[in-house]
T-cell receptor, first 117, second 114 residues
Framework: DAGVIQSPRHEVTEMGQEVTLRCKPI?????LFWYRQTMMRGLELLIY????????DSGMPEDRFSAKMPNASFSTLKIQPSEPRDSAVYFC???????????????FGQGTRLTVV | AQSVTQPDIHITVSEGASLELRCNYS??????LFWYVQSPGQGLQLLLK??????LVQGIKGFEAEFKRSQSSFNLRKPSVLWSDAAEYFC????????????FGPGTSLSVIP
């Protein structure tokens, strides 16, 4: 298996532009997570899907952020409009069916490094 | 709500030396605890996890961690560090009541001197 695939690996955009980050989870996994990593705040959970349904989006910082999972093999995280403070590394992780984190491991993608200038 | 701290932002050790990375958590009950490692430009890889039972947990790459309830700690150890162990290490805590939400600590950056 190729693992969790994120694209693009790097994104540089101007303030005010729309940014879309993409994630392809591992086949057969039914949970998907979006994390944001910054020096100041570390790894923050933004949103979590289970069976394509958003379960917990309390970590989404503002209405400018939105996430979708139209099917089991694809998810997007969109920022519109983007701001310099959104600059971070965004990770996607997926997890196979099981009893939450108890018996299963989450697998992380390599991340998308976003720079908003 | 649970939280986790890692007091050491950066640690440097010599290859072959022993290593201990500190992790303290805050949670009202016994949490789920994890250690992840992140190599440069890579995603996070699970090293080990604790849910219950034996408080000394063995992980991959020769790492182990010990859960100490009295100290609210889950320190990561390795008896002899390799140059290839240089990476960012994250401690994470999960709440048993809401097991899907796992909170990560700020991370400890490990440098290894050959």
């Amino acid at each position: 298996d190729a693992g969790v695939i994120q694209s693009p690996r790097h994104e540089v955009t101007e303030m005010g532009q729309e940014v879309t980050l993409r994630c392809k989870p591992i086949s057969g996994h039914n949970s998907l997570f979006w994390y944001r990593q910054t020096m100041m705040r570390g790894l923050e959970l933004l949103i979590y899907f289970n069976n394509n349904v958003p379960i917990d989006d309390s970590g989404m910082p503002e209405d400018r952020f939105s996430a979708k999972m139209p099917n089991a093999s694809f998810s997007t995280l969109k920022i519109q409009p983007s701001e310099p403070r959104d600059s971070a590394v965004y990770f996607c992780a997926s997890r196979p069916p099981g009893q939450g984190w108890r018996n299963t491991e989450a697998f992380f993608g390599q991340g998308t490094r976003l720079t908003v200038v | 709500a649970q939280s986790v701290t890692q007091p050491d932002i950066h640690i440097t050790v010599s290859e072959g030396a022993s290593l201990e990375l500190r992790c303290n958590y805050s949670y009202g009950a016994t949490p789920y605890l994890f250690w992840y490692v992140q190599s440069p430009g890579q995603g996070l890889q699970l090293l080990l996890k604790y849910f219950s039972g034996d408080t000394l947990v063995q992980g991959i790459k020769g790492f182990e961690a010990e859960f100490k309830r009295s100290q609210s700690s889950f320190n990561l150890r390795k008896p002899s560090v390799l140059w290839s162990d240089a990476a960012e290490y994250f401690c994470a805590v999960g709440a048993r009541t809401s097991y899907d939400k796992v909170i990560f600590g700020p991370g400890t950056s490990l440098s290894v001197i050959p």
